[in-house]
């Protein structure tokens, strides 16, 4: 056998760490990542890394708005070797995003070729497509050669790029953004940018403005796919001073006439990120699913502008309640939400408001300005410093020649005569012979002025900070200018309105209004004939089963059943089975316990009202509307306890002014209906008082008119006289008027 021989040991130097701790730090350096680097945009330009990077390599290429178009794989292959090693394919779909009128409301890209389109259809591969800057972009960069903003080293060391834009254009809140980072997510739709400099003008004017002010001068979104919202005043606000919330939007559309009174709508406008297409195939599935009752058919009649066609299932269809169906189950209605979730100063996520994300950029323009200044200044400085080397140069000139001429080391020698920086000396060394002209110094001296001029405002412009924000408004102002909602660009695309109150029953409004039949047998069984029949007897039953309830009613109507429980339940008319054999069982369509038994069947009237009582006489008056079921369970209305019943479901005429009640012992009161309260659910009152068993039936008339019924060989009653029984309510009553039914059933 051979010896076990131990496995080698590791190396010595191996750091043990927990595992735990391991995680959390390396998910926490992810995390990190991606809510700085790619997912949250930065306030101050709105931008996220790709997308300023894309922007800074555009301008080292020099893509200006009016020089020609490079290809796009030259631009994402710049932007990937020198700034953003992440892959070509995202920074290529940034870019298109950023091209794509549909996308952008104010594209920053300018492109060429096939950059894809509304349907969702996806561009060109970039060795296709050509690109260059907009005038959007130029605002954005404007400035950022001249120190406006810190630059960082990139990946790798060997360039530096910024760390925001400098960003005159509103970009944010004009462009909008999203994105999902780790543990937190970023959705700010697009707005108009007139509006928003309007806001941000009020906001120099007025340090404390209100948010109500902000949010009124800023309407709302404004959408590149134009759209209608439909959020009333107070809700848009809230959104926008929280930072959280979320805009409805519609799409816009017409109705055009057609021959012969036909008519269809016409789309013209969808919702922000709602791809044609999907939406278009949707609209075709819930068609095929028959989920769109009042719509016939959809078509796509776009050209370059959106026109979607839905046709209606007969002309008799109401416009608006066929586009209320479309909205609520489709994406023609669709809800952009808004979660104002930036980097602030690019370094603290936070979510903002509206008015505080307009003061970081306004806080930010003003450091652009104080550095460009600056900047300025200490290039004046330079210049001057020359200029006054290049005046003791002329003033001087045969010495200065002479020095030249004769010395070996001029420059040192210019210096000490002169008394000249080393600045001076290297530029009068550097001069050419033909500046030595006569009119040279005159334009010296011209040039020196205007610069000492220029120098003297710029410092008053840095020591005075009404001065500052002065001409920060009226930068802010020539963008306004620029778009304006009187230019194609800048006009308000998404308007507002007020959804329609429209609470209808889909379902319902497509069913064509017929006449039937109800039929219902004593053992439960339910069906429909066509037409309304006068001649019942013809009607045929189950062996060992009869007649119980048959009235005329519509196929648009509500049937209501009120069972012994206390229970109503409510059935569709048209969902009732045909004519064909004895119908079904109505357990079939409602949880009707066994045990229960069916009291009343009939058509719902709207305002209507109904008398109900139990065994034991108590009762009350109901609302029909109360009593409508929305469930298979029913809706209990008369709350009765076994052995008691619920008996009596009787109309209540609306002139009716007292309530007739008999008993089982054959004693029959009359009293007024005032002393029965109308309830909406519940035990009621006594209506009878009884010695033994319990109550009959009853019901409510009109005291003038007389109380009726009909015996049982069919002959109709009508006693006028009738003080004998008129009494309070629970009072016991007295045997009824000769001619009452045996059944004690007022028929």
């Not at 349907?119 to 960069?141: F, N, P, Q, W």
């Not at 194609?488 to 497509?510: C, K, S, V, Y």
């Amino acid at each position: 056998m051979s010896k076990h021989v131990p496995p080698p040991e590791g190396p010595k130097d191996i750091e043990r760490i927990d595992l735990k701790d391991a995680l959390e730090e390396r998910y926490l350096a992810y995390a990190l990542s991606t809510i700085m680097h790619r997912a949250l945009p930065d306030v101050r330009d709105g931008l996220k890394p790709v997308h300023r990077r894309l922007l800074h390599v555009m301008q080292l290429l020099r893509l200006d708005p009016n020089t020609a178009f490079k290809k796009s794989a030259k631009i994402v292959g710049d932007v990937m070797g020198g700034y953003h090693p992440h892959g070509d394919q995202s920074i290529y779909d940034a870019l298109v995003r950023l091209a794509q009128d549909f996308a952008s409301r104010y594209p920053l890209v300018d492109g060429q070729g096939n950059f894809g389109n509304i349907d969702g259809d996806s561009a060109a591969a970039y060795r296709y497509t050509e690109a260059r800057m907009t005038e959007v972009a130029k605002l954005i960069l404007e400035g950022l050669d001249e120190d406006t903003v810190d630059f960082r080293p990139n990946y790798d060391g060997s360039v530096t790029e910024p760390v925001v834009l400098p960003g005159a254009f509103p970009n944010l809140l004009a462009n909008g953004s999203s994105g999902i980072a780790v543990g937190m997510a970023t959705s700010i739709p697009p707005h108009n940018a007139a509006e928003l400099c309007d806001a941000a003008l009020h906001l120099i004017k007025t340090p404390a403005a209100t948010d109500e002010k902000i949010g009124t001068l800023v309407q709302g979104p404004d959408f590149p796919t134009g759209g209608i919202i439909i959020d009333d005043r107070a809700s848009i606000l809230e959104a926008y001073r929280t930072g959280r919330g979320g805009f409805r939007v519609r799409a816009r559309w017409s109705q055009e006439e057609l021959a012969r009174g036909t008519w269809q709508i016409v789309i013209t406008e969808i919702p922000y990120l709602v791809q044609k297409s999907r939406l278009i195939e949707k609209i075709a599935e819930l068609l095929t699913a028959k989920k769109l009752p009042l719509l016939a058919d959809v078509r796509d009649e776009s050209a370059e502008d959106v026109r979607l066609v839905l046709e209606p299932k007969s002309r008799t269809v109401d416009p608006l309640l066929l586009m209320e169906q479309m909205f609520r189950n489709t994406e023609l209605e669709s809800r952009i939400p808004l979660n104002m979730n930036v980097l602030s100063h690019g370094k603290v996520p936070k979510v903002m408001s509206l008015k505080e994300v307009l003061r970081e950029w306004l806080d930010h323009r003003k450091e652009v300005l104080i550095r460009r200044s600056n900047f300025r200044l200490n290039e004046i400085a330079r210049r001057l410093e020359i200029l006054e080397g290049y005046l003791i140069a002329y003033l001087n000139l045969d010495e200065v020649i002479r020095i030249i001429r004769e010395e070996d080391e001029p420059k040192p020698a210019l210096i000490k005569r002169f008394t000249l920086t080393d600045n001076q000396a290297e530029a009068i060394l550097n001069m050419r012979l033909r500046a030595l002209r006569k009119l040279e110094e005159m334009e010296i001296r011209n040039e020196h002025d205007k610069l000492t001029k220029e120098q003297k405002g710029l410092k008053g412009l840095l020591n005075s900070d009404d001065e500052q924000w002065s001409r920060i408004s009226d930068e802010i102002k020539a963008v306004k200018e620029k778009f304006s909602k009187k230019t194609p660009l800048g006009r308000r695309r998404t308007d507002f309105a007020e959804a329609p109150e429209i609470d209808a029953d889909f379902e319902q409004a497509m069913i064509d209004k017929e006449p039937v039949t109800v039929v219902c047998s004593e053992k439960g069984w339910i069906r429909t004939m066509k037409g309304h029949l006068e001649d019942f007897s013809t009607l045929t039953y189950k062996d060992g089963d009869a007649a119980k309830f048959t009235f005329h009613a519509q196929t648009t109507d509500k049937i209501m059943l009120f069972s012994s429980s206390g229970k109503f339940f409510t059935l569709d008319a048209a969902k009732l089975p045909g004519g064909r054999g004895h119908g079904e069982p109505v357990r079939l369509m409602c949880d009707l316990d066994a045990a229960d038994s069916i009291i009343a069947l009939f058509v719902h009237q709207p305002g209507g009202k109904r008398l109900v009582a139990s065994t034991e006489g108590d009762g009350f008056i109901v609302a029909e509307e109360e009593c409508l079921a929305t469930t298979r369970k029913g809706k209990q209305v008369l709350n009765v306890k076994a052995p008691v019943e619920a008996l009596v479901c009787s109309t209540v005429p609306e002139e009716a002014d007292h309530v007739a009640a008999i008993g089982d012992n054959r004693k029959m009161l009359i009293f007024k209906r005032t002393e029965v309260p109308e309830m909406a659910r519940g035990k009621g009152v006594r209506l009878q008082k009884f010695k033994d068993g319990g109550l009959a039936d009853a019901k409510l008339f009109k005291l003038k008119d007389g109380l009726s019924w009909i015996d049982s060989s069919g002959r109709n009653w009508n006693v006028t006289d009738l003080k004998e029984w008129i009494g309070e309510r629970a009072q016991a009553g007295r045997l009824p008027p000769k001619g009452f039914p045996k059944n004690n059933r007022f028929g």
